[in-house]
């Protein structure tokens, strides 16, 4: 079946530690997309990609970074830099310029 | 940057009950789409609405781009409708998406 893949589905991180995210799509969508969602709060774009080779930051782009080196890969690193990472993230993809499709998600918490 | 409100925040219904959601933007967009939360924190694709109507069985969306706003309307609702609705726009000629706060929807039985 098509569809995107996020895992894990939880993640624990101690301070000072990078972690990685990882989102896989089969949908052969151009575009791909990082959001962050807090408790009670709606979704904020973190980073967005819309060809291979190439990304932008989105609007708390700050202590996270991405690559986009395969059409159907698009992992998000949270970084030590991050200071508050407990949250809820969320990938999605599109054909560009078209509907987003969203995974189930990797909730993020600090030990 | 755009500007998304959404209205109202909170809405209690009982079953069987319709109901209207609003969203209003503060510039052009050419992506809107309304997606919905369930509790299990999944987001599910409701519509993809730039402009125009469309139904999908319960649910109905209109978005009359020159004047900024969606409307999501829920009919004859059911339990399983309960959660958060978001909607989400992208200005023209971006492909940035912007979402807005939500409306949080419980239906009782």
């Known amino acids: 079946d098509g569809g995107i893949t996020q895992s894990p589905k939880y993640l624990f991180r101690k301070e000072g530690q990078n972690v990685t995210l990882s989102c896989e799509q089969n949908l052969n969508h151009d575009a791909m997309y990082w959001y962050r969602q807090d408790p009670g709060q709606g979704l904020r774009l973190i980073y967005y990609?819309?060809?291979?080779?190439?990304?932008q930051k989105g609007d708390i782009a700050e202590g996270y970074s991405v690559s986009r080196e395969k059409k159907e890969s698009f992992p998000l690193t949270v970084t030590s830099a991050q200071k508050n990472p407990t949250a809820f993230y969320l990938c999605?993809?599109?054909?560009?310029?078209?509907?987003?499709?969203f995974g189930d998600g990797t909730r993020l918490s600090i030990l | 940057g755009i500007q998304v409100e959404q209205s109202p925040p909170d809405l209690i219904l009982q079953e069987g009950a319709n109901s209207t959601l609003r969203c209003n933007f503060s510039?052009?967009?050419?992506?809107l789409q309304w997606f919905h939360q369930n509790p299990w924190g999944q987001l599910i694709n409701l519509f993809y609405?730039?402009?125009g109507t469309k139904q999908n069985g319960r649910l109905s969306a209109t978005t009359v781009a020159t004047e900024r706003y969606s409307l999501l309307y829920i009919s004859s609702s059911q339990t399983t409708d309960s959660g958060v609705y978001f909607c989400?726009?992208?200005?023209?000629?971006?492909?940035?998406?912007?979402f807005g706060t939500g409306t949080r929807l419980k239906v009782l039985a």
């Open positions: 609405i730039p402009s």
């Open positions: 990609s819309q060809i291979v080779n190439d990304f």
């Open positions: 989400a726009v992208a200005a023209s000629g971006t492909y940035k998406y912007i």
């Open positions: 510039d052009s967009v050419n992506n």
């Open positions: 999605a993809s599109s054909i560009v310029g078209n509907s987003q499709h």
